[in-house]
C-alpha cells in the first residue's frame, strides 16, 4: 500500500476487492447540508510519483475533509483492472520515460473502463505524462510510439528541448476564469485535436508546445495539463472546482449550486501568488534551461 | 596490490605558464578579498575568477601534476563519505586536503586547488579528496582524473536541475567507463541503478553495501528507480535497507545486487548519536563505532572504507579514525544557544527530509520546529518534492513551527495539509528574525528543531556563528 498514510483509515475500506465495493456505486442520498463521500482512484502511485504530483490527492482529500466531506481514495496498481465507474475522480500524474512507458503497456488494459466511466462523467485530472497517455500516442524523439487511450483527442510527439520553468495560465470552468500556477517541466510537444478544448491559456510559459499559447487539455469532465507544482494546493479554486463536480454528480444539481463551504484560504493564496510571481518574472520566455547543460554542470 | 596514491607526474616538471601563475594569483586575493569584506569564506569566488584568468587552471594544477585525487559523488552522503575518508587516510598518515565546505561544484573545486597551490602551483603532498556536485562530474573529472571514482547513491534529488535521474546516470557511467583501467571506480552495490552504471566498466571496481538479514527501511512513495534499470521490471527486494537500496533482483531478467566487496555485517543505531556496526573486507572484519546516528552513516562509513580498499592503503586505524568523526556542518547537530538546546538538521530531498523526520520520531521529536526553504540555484527551483516528504507522521507532534526562506508559502502550504493547523505556523521569511521568533516562545524544557535546505542552513550557521554560539556541543 503505497497510498498516504494519512488517507489509510477512509481508504482501508475502499482498497477491498471490486465485487464489495459494489454496494459504494450507489452512494446512499446525502442527508440535508451533508454530502455523500467522493471516491477518488489514484492511477499507478508507486510508478507515477515524480515531482510531488501526490500533492494533488493530499490537496482534495484535506479540502474535503476539513468540510466534513469523507473522501475514499483507491489506489490502482500495474496489473488491476477496477471498474472506474464506481470513483467520482481520478488521478493520473506525470512519471520519468521508463516508468512512463510501464505505465503505457498497462495502461491498454484500464483504457476501455476508463472510457466508459468518463462517458458517465467521471472526473478525470491528469498532469504531464497522464495527459499524453490520455491522448491518441506519444511518439518519443526516437521514434517510438507508446498507445495512448484516445480519450482526450491530442498527439505528443518528443521535442529537442525541455521547458522547465513556474508557468501561469487563465482557465475557464463553467464560466469562472481564474489564473492557475505551477511548475512545467517537459519535452514532450503536444498538438490538440477538434475532438478537445484546451485546459487553459498561458500567460507565462511554454504550454504544450512553446508554440501556440495553449495549455493542457479539457473534454467535458476530463481536466489534463503540464503543471507540477503540485498544481491543486496552489490552487485551491480549481480544487473546489473538482471537488463541486464531484459532488454535483451525486446531487443531482449544476456544480455552482453544490453548497461548498468556504474555507480560509490564506496560506494556499499566498504560495498561489508567490508562484504566480515567480511565472511573470520568466515571462516571454518561451523555454527554461536545457537539461544537457546542466548535466554538465553549468549552474548559471 | 600496489597504492594509487603515489604523485606521478606524466612528464618532467613543467613550469607554470604566465597565465596560470596569473589565474592563481588572483584567485587567491579575491577570496583574501573577500574574506576581509566579511562577505563568507570566499569558497567559490576564489574558483570562478582564477577560471576566467584561465580556464585549465584546475587540470594544471590537479591532472598535469599526477596530483592524486579521490573524487566523490553521488545523491547523498558525500559530504559525510569524504570527512570519513579524510579521517581514514590521516590515519594511517597520509597527508589529505578536501573541500569541507560543501562547495561541490566546478568553481568550488577549482577553489580547493587554488587556494590549497603554492605560487608555483603546487599542492601539499597526499591525496585530494573531492566532494563532485553529480551534476558537474562529467565536466570536472577529466580535469581532474581521479584515481579513485566512488559513486554513493542516486536518488531523485532536484529534477529540475537535471530533468531526469536516468540522464545522470549515464552520465556518471560516461565517466565511470573513461577511467583508466587501474583506477578504481567504487559503487553502492545495493542502489539498483549505480550497480547498473558500473557494468560496462572494465578496470578495478569495489562495491560497497549492507549484508544484514533484516530490512530496516521500507519502500514509500519517496523511493524511486526501484524498477530495474536493465529491463524496466519490478524489483523484488530480500530487505531494503535505506529507501530504495538493499537487497534487490529482477525476477525476469535476472540482474541482482553484486557480490559486496565491503559489507556492513552487523548494525545497530544507538539513538540520536551513535551507530555501531562490523564491516567486513576481504582482509578481515572492522569494529566501529561512529558519533553520528543512521543507517546512511553505515553506508558512508563502508564507502570510506571501501575507497581505501581500492586505493590499497591498509585499515589498520580504521575504528579509532572513524570513532572521532562527528557530525558534519548541520547533519543532526546539537547547539547550545545561550542555554537553550538547538538541533540543526540540514534536509534537502525527500529521502534526507524522511530519514532525519524518523530519527527525529525516536525521540518525540521535532514538537517545536523552525523549517526553512530556499530557492536558490544550489537548492533548485521546483519545491514540488516536499509533498513527497513524509510530514503527515511528524505533523501531530508539532506544537508550534516557525517557517522560514524564500520559499516559505511553498513549505507552509504543504505543512498545513500535512495536519498541522495553520494556527500553529509563523510565517518569517528572514531567517534572522525566524531564528528569534522561534526562540522568544520555546518553552524552558524544550529543544528548538531547526529543519532546513542548504541556503537557509548556512545563513543560520552564520547567524549562530554570529551569536557565538556554535561549536560548543551539547551531549545528548
Known sequence: MTELDAAADTTAAAAVAPGTAAAAVAPAPAPLGEHAPIRIAHLYPSLLNVAGDGGNLIAISR????????????????????????????LFHGGQDVEMAVVAEDFQKQAPSLREAVAEGTIVFAVCAGLQLLGHRYISSAGEVMQGAGILDLETRGGPQRFMQHAACEVTIHGETQMVVGFENHSGLTELGPGCEPFGRMVAGAGNNGLNGLEGARSGNVFATYLHGPCLPKNPWLADQLIRIALSRAEGVAPSLVDLAPLDDELERRAHDVALAKAMANRGRRTALEPARLVRGLKK | MTSLIDRRAPGPKKSLSFRTFLALAAGKSAAHATRLAGRGGGTSITGMVARRLDPRVLERLVRDQGVPVVAITGSNGKTTTARFTAALLRGEGVTVSHNSAGANLIQGITSLAVSYADLRGDLPDGVLVVEVDEGALPKVAPELAPRALLVTDLFRDQLDRFGEIYAVADAIESVAAGLPPESALIVNGD???????ARSRRGRRITFGLEIERSTDRITRAAD??????????LEYRFVYLSHMGDYSCPSCGFQRPRLDVAVTELEVVGLDRTRMEIQTSSGKLEIEIPQSGVHIAYD????IAILVGLGVSLEHAAESLGAVGPAFGRLETIDADGRALLLAFAKNPTS?????????????????????????????????????DFETMAPKVERAVVSGTRADELANRLKYAGVPAERLTIVEDRRAALDAALADLPADCRLVVLTGYTPLIELRNEMMRRGWTGRYWAV
Request: proline residues 5%; contains cysteine.
Open chain 2, 191 to 197: 542502489d539498483p541503478m549505480v550497480a547498473m552504471l
Open chain 2, 225 to 234: 528507480t526501484i524498477r530495474c534499470p536493465k529491463c524496466r521490471s519490478d
Open chain 2, 301 to 304: 562509513a563502508a564507502a570510506a
Open chain 2, 353 to 389: 527530509y524522511n530519514t532525519t523526520l524518523r530519527a527525529l520520531a525516536t525521540e518525540e521529536e521535532p514538537r517545536q520546529l523552525l523549517i526553512a526553504a530556499s530557492n536558490t540555484l544550489v537548492d533548485g527551483e521546483d519545491f514540488g518534492w516536499l509533498w513527497d516528504v
Open chain 1, 63 to 90: 479540502r474535503a475533509e476539513w468540510r466534513g466531506i469523507a473522501v475514499e481514495v483507491e489506489a490502482v496498481e500495474k496489473g488491476q483492472t477496477p471498474d472506474f465507474r464506481r470513483f467520482d475522480i481520478v
